[in-house]
T-cell receptor, first 114, second 111 residues
């Protein structure tokens, strides 16, 4: 398997624009997680899905953030409108299958909002 | 609310030394504890996962132990190498796949 795939790897946008981050989990994994990493706050769990259903979105900072998982092989995280304080690295991770509970991370998307 | 701390925040050692990284958590009701490695500008790589019923796990030169009752885990790295230089993070899984990460220990192994 190619591992967790994220796109884009880098995104630079202007304040107020909509940003969409994408993730393809490892095939056969039934959990998908979105994290945000900053120097100040470290790694924070934003939301996670089980079998495509959002289970806990208490980490989503504001209504400007939304995430969906329309099928088992794709999820996206949207920020609308974006703000400079949203600048961070966003990671997607998945778990399940034979390696139940062990999380595997994607390479991350580095977002810069000007 | 679960809180995870890691000591030390940074560590610099000469090549060949054995070293220990520490992870502490406030709520002992955990399902699993996982150790990760993160290289600069990269994602996280899973190193070891210890289930709550286990006391330790080993992989090559790495050994991780877990003491749930005291809220502690240690990651032991034997015969450190420059390639081990990275940030090491621990994460605890609570109820319902709720993972909480520590801030990490930045390790530098000098040749």
């Amino acid at each position: 398997d190619a591992g967790v795939i994220q796109s884009p790897r880098h995104e630079v946008t202007e304040m107020g624009q909509e940003v969409t981050l994408r993730c393809k989990p490892i095939s056969g994994h039934d959990y998908l997680f979105w994290y945000r990493q900053t120097m100040m706050r470290g790694l924070e769990l934003l939301i996670y899905f089980n079998n495509n259903v959002p289970i806990d979105d208490s980490g989503m900072p504001e209504d400007r953030f939304s995430a969906k998982m329309p099928n088992a092989s794709f999820s996206n995280l949207k920020i609308q409108p974006s703000e400079p304080r949203d600048s961070a690295v966003y990671f997607c991770a998945s778990s399940g299958g034979s390696s139940y509970n062990e999380q595997f991370f994607g390479p991350g998307t580095r977002l810069t909002v000007l | 609310k679960q809180e995870v701390t890691q000591i030390p925040a940074a560590l610099s050692v000469p090549e060949g030394e054995n070293l220990v990284l520490n992870c502490s958590f406030t709520d002992s009701a955990i399902y699993n504890l996982q150790w990760f490695r993160q290289d600069p500008g990269k994602g996280l790589t899973s190193l070891l996962l210890i289930q709550s019923s286990q006391r330790e796990q080993t992989s090559g030169r790495l050994n991780a132990s877990l003491d749930k009752s005291s809220g502690r885990s240690t990651l032991y790295i034997a015969a450190s190498q420059p390639g081990d230089s990275a940030t090491y993070l621990c994460a605890v899984e609570g109820n319902g796949q709720n993972f909480v990460f520590g801030p990490g220990t930045r390790l530098s192994v000098l040749p």
